[in-house]
């Protein structure tokens, strides 16, 4: 086999997923693993196959990749800080502080390695093991690394994404393996116990180390140039104007700012160089530089990226030295898989995907990008024909590799990524290596380390400009709807064909068919199925917002959650789900009533999408966010309508849309009716099924409505007022008779809703509930006549919910 650790690493992957996503008992997968082996050697004796071998040999390493992951992430001890979190009193918590703290501008994030917990003053602490992030408010002192702290607070496990397009901080959290949070906000609730006393190899060497290198940046450079070389050689963005940062992500070179394989690559280009200088023998030489890569490693906290490429670096020079034939394909395996057995959650980590996937699409699709140049184009020795070719086609490789990965993170791609790395990867060697040059003589002369640092200005004044510059041509950074499972495998499945290049003339044949096949796939995929009607009740916490798309591609949004100084529903849910979807365009905006859980967060998105028409009650509100809100709406020039009883919403195509409240008498007897009461009421109907949209209204909303004799029996009902007991009234309900209702309520909210009489309500009538605070948010699907729900949050990922919560009936 030409590269067995490709194999091996792409097997062991496969188990890894294979654990992930069917999270049964690792003795279950045990007992696979023991099957495969034992069937494995009972057929090995009567053939003698290598294919065979091959296979077997691949099912048991797959099923070895499954168990280790069950057993990593499944088994938790009897003192696993995972079994403390979500309880509904304070605990104390005592721990070391494993790293120095994170200064951000309004708060302090400490990584603390938990040894004893105590549940009340009662009791006495007991031992507990896990890594937890707390995050302090400004003002409190943090302490430095190492030392002993005694924290009080309320314990809480990271959350899975609850919408779509939302961050996803369980995965982000425990690919770090950090399973508890926990905010502080008084002094007396993080206490310093003990200093630590006793040298450690971070004590006595990588923190010296990091100070100095930082020292001698700001020694010598001020402002957004030392923020910059802090950022490409340390990786600590603090510091970095945010105008800078989104300059750097508008052009997709962010990757410079967050410490990767670039940069190790480069620290060992210059140290070998370095030591070449020196006269300083091969052996050790390669010896040295592995020793200052482990360093850096160190100093940059240990990111997927660096060890990958720290890995890769350290198996070529020894390879070198041993006068080994290297594959850069097959040592790229084997680090992943080093860092894979390590750490198995790393699979799901944002930066170990772009890091590997980067690096492997310039290895495999950088000659094959070069064979499709003119062959003057591609033999050319000159400087220059070497610079525009080989600078495009490794930054055009990197980004068709990670293209899908990214459009599925941040729903944007910049297209002008792969020119501008063109101008601006030159600077970053340069800057680099007058960086190091900087931390390498700042300690031994400070006058020489600003020689380099005034040449190192120029570079990075330079580098700034550029980013600029290229920022501000048109649409740099371009949208783009979050691709689906099956679009993104078929897009690597292509990848991978285009990358086979097999030399019989009838394989040649196949790939040409097989890639015709997926791409006729892919559009069956894209375009065959009719477009339904689709409602998603948003899980804005407590508040409300529906978005809705009809057949015919028109967009509803219905209220927009709240808006507070610390959160935002606009710009926090809203808006991302706008973008994963690839929607930069809202028809109709209805506002239920003017109480800010309602319209809050529907200012951040005016700000982000266009908006044709905005419904409302007529009702207004004194408050100064409704003033915002109504200069927002006067800003952009929306048409803006009031509606009442026996309305209609128009251009829906087949899908009806009738208001049934509030009636004309809410509207003239203003000062005598509840804000709430006056909510709009909309009505969708489609074909058989129908959906009530309620607001807030109250029982007296509901007796005006049944009066009125309006047709208000619906498939699905979104219950009135968050299922408070004073609504959802037993006539309204069974007059609607619905088949399911969806509840709109925040997780521990303190008006205890949904109440538990509405509850039983709903349960008497045979109606399923299903409820945002557990299980996030609620898509709708319907052609017409058939529908399903599907809540966002699937039992296996919402096990951090109560126990009482985790039911949808």
Request: aromatic share 10%.
């Given at each position: 086999m030409r590269r067995p650790m490709l194999f091996i690493a792409v097997c062991f992957f496969t188990g890894l997923l294979t654990g992930h996503y069917i999270p049964i008992s690792p003795v279950l997968f045990g007992i696979g693993l023991v099957i495969t082996l034992l069937v494995g050697y009972g057929?090995?004796?009567?053939?003698?196959?290598?294919?065979?071998?091959?296979?077997?040999?691949?099912?048991?390493?797959?099923?070895?990749?499954?168990?280790?992951?069950?057993?990593?992430?499944?088994?938790?001890?009897?003192?696993?800080?995972?079994?403390?979190?979500?309880?509904?009193?304070?605990?104390?918590?005592?721990?070391?502080?494993?790293?120095?703290?994170?200064?951000?501008?309004?708060?302090?994030?400490?990584?603390?390695?938990?040894?004893?917990?105590?549940?009340?003053?009662?009791?006495?602490?007991?031992?507990?093991?896990?890594?937890?992030?707390?995050?302090?408010?400004?003002?409190?002192?943090?302490?430095?690394?190492?030392?002993h702290i005694r924290v009080t607070g309320g314990l809480r496990s990271p959350q899975p994404a609850r919408n779509p397009g939302g961050f996803d901080a369980w995965t982000y959290y425990t690919s770090r393996s950090v399973y508890g949070l926990m905010s502080i906000r008084s002094t007396g609730d993080y206490i310093?116990?003990?200093?630590?006393?006793?040298?450690?190899?971070?004590?006595?060497?990588?923190?010296?180390?990091?100070?100095?290198?930082?020292?001698?940046?700001?020694?010598?450079?001020?402002?957004?140039?030392?923020?910059?070389?802090?950022?490409?050689?340390?990786?600590?963005?603090?510091?970095?104007?945010?105008?800078?940062?989104?300059?750097?992500?508008?052009?997709?070179?962010?990757?410079?700012?967050?410490?990767?394989?670039?940069?190790?690559?480069?620290?060992?280009?210059?140290?070998?160089?370095?030591?070449?200088?020196?006269?300083?023998?091969?052996?050790?030489?390669?010896?040295?530089?592995?020793?200052?890569?482990?360093?850096?490693?160190w100093i940059t906290n240990m990111t997927s990226s660096v060890i990958r490429a720290s890995i890769m670096a350290g198996l070529f020079l020894i390879g070198q030295r041993l006068d080994r034939q290297t594959d850069s394909i097959n040592i790229l395996a084997t680090a992943a898989l080093i860092i894979l057995i390590i750490w198995p959650s790393a699979l799901f980590d944002l930066g170990f995907q772009l890091s590997f996937i980067a690096t492997l699409a310039i290895i495999a699709g950088y000659p094959k990008l070069k064979a499709l140049l003119p062959g003057r184009l591609a033999r050319s020795q000159t400087w220059w024909a070497r610079w525009l070719r080989d600078g495009l086609l490794v930054s055009l490789a990197a980004q068709l590799g990670t293209a899908p990965v990214?459009?599925?993170?941040?729903?944007?791609?910049?297209?002008?990524?792969?020119?501008?790395?063109?101008?601006?990867?030159?600077?970053?060697?340069?800057?680099?290596?007058?960086?190091?040059?900087?931390?390498?003589?700042?300690?031994?002369?400070?006058?020489?380390?600003?020689?380099?640092?005034?040449?190192?200005?120029?570079?990075?004044?330079g580098m700034i400009y550029l980013s600029t510059q290229f920022s501000?041509?048109?649409?740099?950074?371009?949208?783009?709807?979050?691709?689906?499972?099956?679009?993104?495998?078929?897009?690597?499945?292509?990848?991978?064909?285009?990358?086979?290049?097999?030399?019989?003339?009838?394989?040649?044949?196949?790939?040409?068919?097989?890639?015709?096949?997926?791409?006729?796939?892919?559009?069956?995929?894209?375009?065959?199925?009719?477009?339904?009607?689709?409602?998603?009740?948003?899980?804005?916490?407590?508040?409300?917002?529906?978005?809705?798309?009809?057949?015919?591609?028109?967009?509803?949004?219905?209220?927009?959650?709240?808006?507070?100084?610390?959160?935002?529903?606009?710009?926090?849910?809203?808006?991302?789900?706008?973008?994963?979807?690839?929607?930069?365009?809202?028809?109709?905006?209805?506002?239920?009533?003017?109480?800010?859980?309602?319209?809050?967060?529907?200012?951040?998105?005016?700000?982000?999408?266009?908006?044709g028409e905005i419904i409302t009650s007529g009702r207004t509100s004194t408050s100064n966010a409704y003033k915002t809100w109504r200069d927002a709406i006067i800003q952009h020039e929306i048409r803006y309508r009031a509606v009442t009883s026996?309305?209609?919403?128009?251009?829906?195509?087949?899908?009806?849309?009738?208001?049934?409240?509030?009636?004309?008498?809410?509207?003239?007897?203003?000062?005598?009716?509840?804000?709430?009461?006056?909510?709009?009421?909309?009505?969708?109907?489609?074909?058989?099924?129908?959906?009530?949209?309620?607001?807030?209204?109250?029982?007296?909303?509901?007796?005006?409505?049944?009066?009125?004799?309006l047709d208000i029996k619906s498939t699905i009902i979104k219950a009135p007022h968050h299922g408070s007991a004073t609504s959802s009234s037993p006539l309204f309900i069974s007059a609607v008779d619905p088949e399911a209702v969806v509840i709109s309520v925040g997780i521990r909210n303190k008006f205890r809703h949904p109440s538990r009489q509405v509850l039983g309500r709903y349960r008497q009538l045979g109606t399923s509930v299903y409820r945002t605070d557990a299980g996030g948010a609620i898509t709708i699907r319907s052609d017409g006549s058939t529908w399903q729900i599907e809540p966002f949050v699937t039992l296996v990922s919402a096990w951090f919910l109560p126990r009482s919560w985790r039911v949808f009936t």
């Amino acid at each position: 086999m030409r590269r067995p650790m490709l194999f091996i690493a792409v097997c062991f992957f496969t188990g890894l997923l294979t654990g992930h996503y069917i999270p049964i008992s690792p003795v279950l997968f045990g007992i696979g693993l023991v099957i495969t082996l034992l069937v494995g050697y009972g057929l090995s004796r009567v053939r003698d196959a290598s294919i065979f071998h091959t296979v077997v040999a691949g099912l048991c390493i797959i099923s070895s990749g499954a168990f280790w992951y069950a057993i990593r992430t499944q088994v938790v001890s009897a003192h696993d800080l995972r079994r403390f979190c979500n309880q509904t009193t304070p605990l104390t918590i005592y721990g070391t502080m494993i790293r120095d703290p994170d200064l951000r501008s309004r708060y302090t994030l400490v990584m603390v390695e938990t040894d004893s917990i105590q549940i009340d003053d009662s009791s006495l602490p007991t031992p507990v093991t896990g890594l937890m992030l707390i995050r302090l408010q400004q003002g409190i002192d943090p302490g430095a690394y190492g030392d002993h702290i005694r924290v009080t607070g309320g314990l809480r496990s990271p959350q899975p994404a609850r919408n779509p397009g939302g961050f996803d901080a369980w995965t982000y959290y425990t690919s770090r393996s950090v399973y508890g949070l926990m905010s502080i906000r008084s002094t007396g609730d993080y206490i310093l116990v003990g200093r630590r006393s006793s040298p450690t190899i971070y004590t006595a060497l990588i923190r010296p180390v990091k100070n100095s290198i930082t020292h001698s940046i700001e020694a010598t450079l001020r402002g957004p140039s030392a923020a910059l070389l802090k950022g490409i050689l340390l990786g600590q963005r603090q510091q970095l104007p945010d105008e800078l940062l989104n300059t750097f992500s508008m052009i997709g070179l962010t990757h410079i700012l967050a410490v990767s394989g670039l940069h190790v690559g480069l620290i060992t280009l210059i140290m070998i160089t370095l030591f070449f200088i020196l006269r300083i023998p091969r052996s050790a030489a390669a010896a040295a530089t592995i020793c200052v890569l482990i360093l850096y490693a160190w100093i940059t906290n240990m990111t997927s990226s660096v060890i990958r490429a720290s890995i890769m670096a350290g198996l070529f020079l020894i390879g070198q030295r041993l006068d080994r034939q290297t594959d850069s394909i097959n040592i790229l395996a084997t680090a992943a898989l080093i860092i894979l057995i390590i750490w198995p959650s790393a699979l799901f980590d944002l930066g170990f995907q772009l890091s590997f996937i980067a690096t492997l699409a310039i290895i495999a699709g950088y000659p094959k990008l070069k064979a499709l140049l003119p062959g003057r184009l591609a033999r050319s020795q000159t400087w220059w024909a070497r610079w525009l070719r080989d600078g495009l086609l490794v930054s055009l490789a990197a980004q068709l590799g990670t293209a899908p990965v990214l459009a599925a993170t941040f729903y944007q791609i910049s297209w002008v990524a792969s020119v501008a790395n063109l101008f601006i990867g030159p600077l970053v060697f340069l800057t680099t290596t007058l960086g190091v040059l900087t931390a390498i003589t700042g300690p031994i002369c400070l006058e020489i380390a600003y020689l380099f640092s005034a040449a190192n200005a120029l570079v990075l004044h330079g580098m700034i400009y550029l980013s600029t510059q290229f920022s501000s041509l048109p649409s740099a950074l371009l949208p783009i709807a979050a691709p689906s499972h099956p679009v993104m495998a078929g897009y690597y499945v292509i990848t991978l064909l285009f990358l086979w290049t097999p030399s019989a003339y009838k394989w040649k044949h196949i790939r040409s068919g097989l890639t015709g096949g997926v791409v006729i796939l892919l559009c069956w995929h894209l375009y065959s199925a009719p477009r339904p009607l689709e409602m998603t009740i948003l899980d804005v916490g407590q508040g409300d917002a529906i978005f809705i798309v009809c057949p015919n591609g028109k967009k509803i949004l219905i209220d927009g959650g709240n808006r507070t100084p610390s959160y935002d529903a606009g710009a926090q849910i809203i808006v991302p789900f706008l973008r994963s979807k690839g929607y930069h365009h809202i028809d109709i905006m209805i506002i239920s009533h003017p109480h800010t859980d309602h319209y809050g967060g529907l200012i951040s998105v005016l700000n982000s999408v266009t908006v044709g028409e905005i419904i409302t009650s007529g009702r207004t509100s004194t408050s100064n966010a409704y003033k915002t809100w109504r200069d927002a709406i006067i800003q952009h020039e929306i048409r803006y309508r009031a509606v009442t009883s026996g309305d209609t919403l128009r251009g829906l195509g087949r899908v009806r849309g009738v208001i049934l409240n509030p009636t004309r008498f809410m509207v003239e007897q203003e000062e005598r009716i509840d804000t709430n009461d006056a909510s709009v009421v909309t009505r969708l109907t489609y074909g058989t099924f129908s959906t009530l949209f309620t607001g807030d209204i109250e029982q007296g909303s509901e007796e005006a409505i049944l009066n009125n004799h309006l047709d208000i029996k619906s498939t699905i009902i979104k219950a009135p007022h968050h299922g408070s007991a004073t609504s959802s009234s037993p006539l309204f309900i069974s007059a609607v008779d619905p088949e399911a209702v969806v509840i709109s309520v925040g997780i521990r909210n303190k008006f205890r809703h949904p109440s538990r009489q509405v509850l039983g309500r709903y349960r008497q009538l045979g109606t399923s509930v299903y409820r945002t605070d557990a299980g996030g948010a609620i898509t709708i699907r319907s052609d017409g006549s058939t529908w399903q729900i599907e809540p966002f949050v699937t039992l296996v990922s919402a096990w951090f919910l109560p126990r009482s919560w985790r039911v949808f009936t």
